[in-house]
């Protein structure tokens, strides 16, 4: 693969956006990560309300994910999660990342966020530019189709409501959280922003939906590129299409604002029954996604992108191969 130099931006975190960067690190130029701060579950979770601090699991996922480029043991030291459950009592270290864990005594050596994640990228030698998306912890709501209001992005995650009614809308918590202004810094010298992949609702959307963030989308004369998930999962985006998922971008924001949209279009691969996901499909011939794509003068992509190992995620070498094609 030819290196690009160019300056990118991810929006997002989770796995999707682990696999994102780990494919295109030392294919591009500068890599920009901004982390969505409303992650509320699991030993993230857990560790934000025992320590008052920013959720540090996707973050720390997505540092070792890039540090695992030169010694692949640094990428397992800080992804290893101590056995136990991930839901244990907050005060357990039962089901904790070790990475999370040096990253919470960071932030109290350095008495900051930032300077602590500055911390841990030298210690471990790491290279980009890692943010939390927004200056304070957020949480998220949704209102559903039927009516109901849920809060917490564990609970929407987790599908501990009537999610068959399907979302109608998610909102974030303060509404006019301000957004990291490092990241905007960076969204305004940007040659390329990627949303995606990663949960809708609960990961990409409360990144996007940020006010600045979204202004900034509007403006940016960059490359702006979307990457739908491979699958659906049980409860937030069940049997979504590729039409669904645009769409939800454009009711959140006002606009559609991207210039690109990679989608997969290899549905071989048996997705296991234990899982419960099934593939998004695309239906390019249905007149509400090209009217979409048609608002924003934008291309939609197909190819192969599929991880036949283990089909509900990306390939991240395949996704990596498109995209530096595409900037």
């Known amino acids: 693969m030819t290196k690009n130099t160019k300056k990118v931006v991810c929006l997002g975190g989770g796995i999707g956006t682990v696999n994102l960067i780990k494919g295109i690190t030392g294919n591009v130029g500068d890599i920009t990560v901004a982390v969505s701060m409303a992650d509320e579950g699991g030993s993230a ?14 973050i720390v996922s997505c540092m070792a994910a890039v540090g695992s480029g030169d010694n692949p043991l640094i990428s397992q030291l800080l992804t290893y999660r101590f056995p136990g459950d991930r839901y244990a009592k907050d005060e357990h270290l039962a089901g904790h990342k070790l990475g999370s864990l040096i990253l919470v005594a960071m932030r109290d050596i350095t008495g900051n966020f930032e300077k602590a994640i500055a911390l841990f990228q030298k210690t471990f030698g790491i290279s980009g530019t890692f943010l ?23 609970t929407i995650d987790l599908g501990r409501y009537d999610w068959k009614a399907g979302i109608e809308k998610v909102h974030l918590h303060p509404q006019d959280s301000k957004a990291n202004p490092i990241l905007l810094s960076h969204l305004d010298n940007a040659d390329a922003i990627i949303a995606g992949p990663g949960d809708l609702y609960t990961t990409i959307l409360p990144v996007l939906i940020v ?43 006002g606009f559609f604002p991207f210039t690109k949209v990679i989608v997969n279009n290899n549905f071989t691969p048996q997705i296991p029954d234990l899982y419960n996901y099934s593939y998004v499909a695309i239906h390019t011939e249905n007149g509400g996604l090209k009217k979409i794509l048609s608002s924003a003068n934008a291309k939609l992509i197909e ?5 036949e190992d283990f089909p509900l995620y990306h390939s991240f070498s395949k996704l990596a191969k498109v995209i530096v094609q595409e900037l």
């Open 45 to 58: 979770g857990r560790l934000r309300r025992l320590y008052n601090i920013f959720p540090p699991g996707d």
């Open 132 to 154: 939390s998306a927004t200056t304070n912890p957020v949480r998220i709501s949704i209102h559903t189709k039927n009516g109901e209001e849920v809060f917490g992005e564990e």
């Open 211 to 253: 006010p600045e963030i979204t202004k900034k989308l509007q403006q940016s004369k960059a490359e702006k590129i979307f990457i739908v998930n491979v699958t659906n999962k049980p409860f937030e985006t069940k049997n979504y299409t590729i039409l669904d998922y645009l769409s939800a971008i454009k009711k959140h924001l």
């Open 303 to 307: 190819n192969d992108l599929i991880d």
